[in-house]
């Protein structure tokens, strides 16, 4: 199985990252082939209107050759997508935002049917999505939400999956406490998982 990790921590000291690390020991005995992007090391330029233009024109003729489209192979080929986040001003940090904007690629991720509507061309069955908190997650609208109406909608990835650590700044928080709970979550998550794919 290929996992593909998408990692838009940007500390070292990440709690998103470690509640994604669990994940990923809990499911060790899968063996894995785990491939990590690690998103503040890619540097991944923004669509502005000749680049857009310019890959239109090569998903137009079906010119997949170029390494602007190595990302969204990569996404659409994975089994399984795993994307840790941590939850910045009511959303995710940018450097996702435009890696989604690498991977939506008509022709590689998904296609357009005869009524406009969007089919998915994506491999993988599931996505996991991982997100902490300093404060209150007032709403999944903009983070996961629009994650997982993405892969569903448009990516053709049906299951999707949501751990989240919140409250973590709040004064006299107890902030072991609340990852332990994510990670009881992950435990169950993990589980099902090795039952699944085993």
């Not at 233009?53 to 010119?63: F, G, I, K, V």
Request: negative net charge; aromatic residues 12%.
């Amino acid at each position: 199985m290929n996992i593909l990790y998408i990692d838009a921590s940007v500390r070292p000291d990440s709690r998103t990252k470690r509640l994604a690390h669990h994940f990923f020991k809990e499911i060790e005995e899968l063996n894995a082939n785990v491939k990590e992007i690690y998103l503040t090391n890619e540097c991944i330029p923004p669509l502005n209107r000749e680049s857009l233009e310019h890959r239109t024109r090569l998903s137009e003729e079906q010119n997949f050759d170029e390494p602007i489209f190595h990302y969204a192979k990569e996404y659409s080929n994975a089994d399984m997508i795993v994307i840790s986040a941590p939850y910045w001003d009511l959303s995710f940090p940018a450097t996702l935002k435009t890696y989604i904007e690498a991977i939506n690629v008509v022709g590689l991720t998904f296609v357009y049917n005869e009524k406009g509507q969007p089919v998915g061309l994506c491999n993988a069955k599931k996505l996991i999505y991982i997100t902490t908190a300093g404060g209150k997650i007032f709403s999944d609208e903009y983070g996961y939400g629009y994650i997982k109406e993405l892969a569903q909608k448009y990516h053709g990835i049906k299951e999707t999956e949501y751990i989240k650590a919140e409250e973590l700044d709040i004064i006299d928080a107890n902030v072991e406490e609340i990852i332990e709970k994510a990670e009881k979550k992950i435990d169950k998550l993990a589980e099902n998982i090795k039952k699944e794919y085993k």
